[in-house]
């Protein structure tokens, strides 16, 4: 079973930065492209980032670029949301992902989710 569990989500103001960790388990972590995708309410699912399987390449939502990181750690089967300069509208669910490819990933595995709320 595959499990991707999210965590360090919170409550921030505008102007702060927030880390957000996936923790991956029965897959082969270093086989997939992990990514991030946010759902604010009543909008809809939005793409932010995604990193290669060994993390040599990354791609950003335009929005985020320069503000946000993508990493991961194919040891400990981690992946993180490194979120700097919040904004109001970051305000979300942010859900981990790991999918097949990079280009065009098709993503196979969601997590449950972690919400941010971002204060103005």
Same mark, same amino acid.
């Given at each position: 079973q595959v499990l991707l569990v999210e965590s360090g989500g919170g409550l921030v103001q505008t102007g702060d930065s927030l880390r957000l960790s996936c923790a991956a388990s029965g897959l082969t @972590? $270093? $086989?997939?492209? %992990?990514?991030? @995708? *946010?759902?604010?309410?009543? !909008?809809? *699912?939005?793409?932010v980032a995604r990193i290669s399987s060994l993390g040599i390449r990354t791609v950003y939502a335009d929005v985020v670029k320069g503000r @946000?990181?993508?990493?991961?750690? &194919?040891? !400990? &089967?981690?992946? $993180?949301?490194? %979120?700097? &300069?919040? !904004?109001?509208e970051d305000a979300a669910v942010y859900y981990c992902v790991a999918g097949r490819g990079f280009a065009t990933p098709v993503y196979d595995y969601w997590g449950q989710g972690t919400q941010v709320t971002v204060s103005s």
């Open positions: @972590f $270093s $086989s997939y492209t %992990m990514g991030w @995708f *946010r759902q604010a309410p009543g !909008k809809e *699912r939005e793409y @946000f990181t993508i990493s991961r750690d &194919n040891i !400990k &089967n981690t992946t $993180s949301l490194q %979120m700097d &300069n919040l !904004k109001p």
